[in-house]
């Protein structure tokens, strides 16, 4: 009885929903199919960052690069929060009576300063990235104590202490000198 009660509501709101969609023009028809699933879509991806979902939709690349990511205006996130905001704003024009071009033009500015507004907010986040790698090149032309004696004419490995990015470090050293570095 229950299963039969909620396939008859189901079936009276899917034709409820079908005449208000066949109600609607064809330009404001176009809206909607644009508005629902990326609505869907943007709302997923919004809970998904606020909640800390690691969901890699823009083909992200992992691992240590030293070359930073820039500004990325055409990513998966951007373009459904272009297509969110345009049709949205879209509807909203149309129910206010607007003209068609005006729908057009006044959608896709507002689109595309959401997916600037977007693009600048995932820059600047990467740049609150902290990389705590030391990095080789920093230690050149440091000052650093030798910790284990190192031989002369690359005869061996030596130890030096050396601060690079802010802490001390203990790494392995040779010399090109004709003095052993004590």
């Not at 345009?86 to 003209?99: H, K």
């Not at 693009?119 to 650093?144: C, H, P, Q, S």
Request: aromatic share 14%; proline share 1%.
């Amino acid at each position: 009885m229950f299963f039969k009660l909620y396939l008859v509501n189901y079936l009276l709101i899917e034709k409820d929903m079908i005449e208000w969609f066949n109600s609607k023009e064809l330009f404001e028809q176009i809206y909607w199919v644009f508005a629902i699933p990326s609505s869907l879509i943007f709302i997923f991806i919004l809970i998904s960052t606020f909640t800390g979902g690691d969901v890699e939709l823009d083909g992200e690349v992992d691992g240590d690069m030293d070359g930073e990511i820039g500004f990325q205006f055409f990513t998966f996130k951007n373009l459904i929060g272009f297509f969110t905001i345009f049709s949205w704003v879209g509807i909203g024009c149309i129910r206010s009576d607007y003209s068609m071009g005006a729908v057009l033009i006044i959608s896709i500015i507002c689109g595309l300063l959401m997916m600037t507004a977007m693009a600048t907010l995932f820059y600047f986040m990467t740049k609150l990235v902290e990389d705590g790698t030391m990095k080789m090149k920093n230690a050149i032309g440091r000052t650093g104590a030798v910790y284990l004696p190192i031989k002369a004419k690359n005869g061996g490995f030596g130890k030096v202490q050396i601060n690079i990015q802010g802490a001390t470090h203990e790494i392995q050293s040779m010399t090109n000198d004709d003095n052993d570095l004590v």
